[in-house]
């Protein structure tokens, strides 16, 4: 019992350190371009990631049963793949590096799922159709080819949506463009964070529902529950809404706490910023996250908002966007699913090194 207790402990853990680490996201455009004090957006953002997170489960679902066979996750399996990602976050966060926690979550649970099969990659999985729906699910679907997309889509809309814009305000003077966007942009950085809520928060309640459920359906954990924790029991994986409120709070919690390292490589270094295309970005990613969220994909908000910047900011000329930086944040996105992979499978070595798992 306390072993999961502990894992709960350690999700919430990640979904702080994702609030203040991702923070960034929906709020760098906002504070580069003055529209809003990093005080204000900070507590923007933590409202309305809280309302996000309350919104949907769908992509929870997905986290929790649909990328990995769930006979094949211990409570330890969870606990490794937690403490995988928790790492990589930190590190990158330390470094002021843009990566993705949600692939770094889904890369150390893929990598702890394998070293709890003892090698075999086939609880993995990789592309399977609901027979319900008749859609595909698994890791090829849900998160690798996303992974590619998400961003060429954001580069794409990005620039088309700017365009646009430069058009229709083509004859305005600065100082009334400068004064519309501003307030626009308010609107923008409130859904830019509802919709980091709805996608990122969820990544955690899917963890804590497959343990929840893993324990209950393959240990003796619950046994000799006393009667007021039997919410904490679930013979079927569900997302209950304590779990939502948990972790929305958490989220919320996180995001207060801020990610002034990586505000500053998305809102300053990678190309300067005005009112008009701090809204064309945040509408862009927000969009993009929240179709992403109905779809039940666990979208990288980082990559998203990342692209969208550097779309925007094409519109100036492909000088304006800062490449190096870019190359920086490329690599960082690359080498996040292998990496946490690896940390994922070498921490459940360690615990079975340990005697805390067969």
Not at 316 to 321: I, K, M, T
């Amino acid at each position: 019992m306390l072993l999961i207790l502990a894992i709960v402990l350690v999700a919430l853990v990640f979904e702080f350190v994702n609030g203040f680490h991702d923070t960034a996201n929906a709020i760098a455009t906002s504070v580069a371009t003055k529209v809003l004090s990093p005080r204000q957006a900070i507590l923007l953002s933590a409202v309305c990631n809280l309302l996000g997170a309350l919104a949907g489960t769908a992509v929870a679902a997905t986290i929790g049963r649909g990328l990995v066979d769930v006979k094949a996750v211990t409570s330890l399996t969870l606990l490794a793949a937690l403490i995988g990602a928790i790492i990589w976050n930190l590190v990158t966060w330390r470094v002021g590096l843009p990566s993705s926690s949600s692939h770094a979550l889904i890369g150390g649970l893929c990598g702890a799922a394998v070293a709890t099969a003892r090698g075999q990659w086939n609880v993995i999985r990789w592309a399977t159709e609901n027979p319900g729906t008749h859609t595909l699910e698994g890791l090829w679907p849900k998160v690798i080819l996303p992974m590619f997309l998400a961003p060429v889509l954001g580069i794409v809309v990005g620039y088309v949506f700017m365009g646009m814009l430069l058009a229709c305000a083509n004859r305005w003077r600065p100082m009334t463009v400068n004064g519309v966007f501003r307030r626009c942009q308010l609107v923008s950085a409130a859904w830019m964070s509802f919709s980091h809520g709805t996608n990122d928060a969820q990544k955690t309640m899917g963890v804590i529902a497959l343990t929840l459920f893993t324990a209950t359906t393959q240990s003796h954990a619950f046994d000799h529950l006393p009667r007021w924790l039997n919410f904490l029991q679930a013979p079927e994986f569900k997302i209950h809404l304590w779990i939502k409120v948990l972790c929305a709070l958490t989220i919320a919690a996180g995001t207060t706490a801020g990610g002034w390292r990586i505000i500053r490589t998305l809102g300053r270094k990678m190309v300067k910023l005005h009112p008009i295309h701090g809204f064309a970005a945040q509408m862009t990613a927000a969009s993009i996250i929240q179709t992403a969220s109905l779809m039940g994909i666990p979208l990288s908000t980082t990559h998203v908002m990342s692209a969208a910047i550097m779309g925007v900011g094409a519109t100036r000329g492909l000088n304006a966007v800062k490449w190096n930086v870019v190359e920086r944040m490329v690599w960082a996105w690359m080498l996040t699913l292998p990496t946490t992979a690896v940390l994922g499978y070498g921490t459940l070595q360690i615990l079975r090194l340990a005697k805390l798992a067969e």
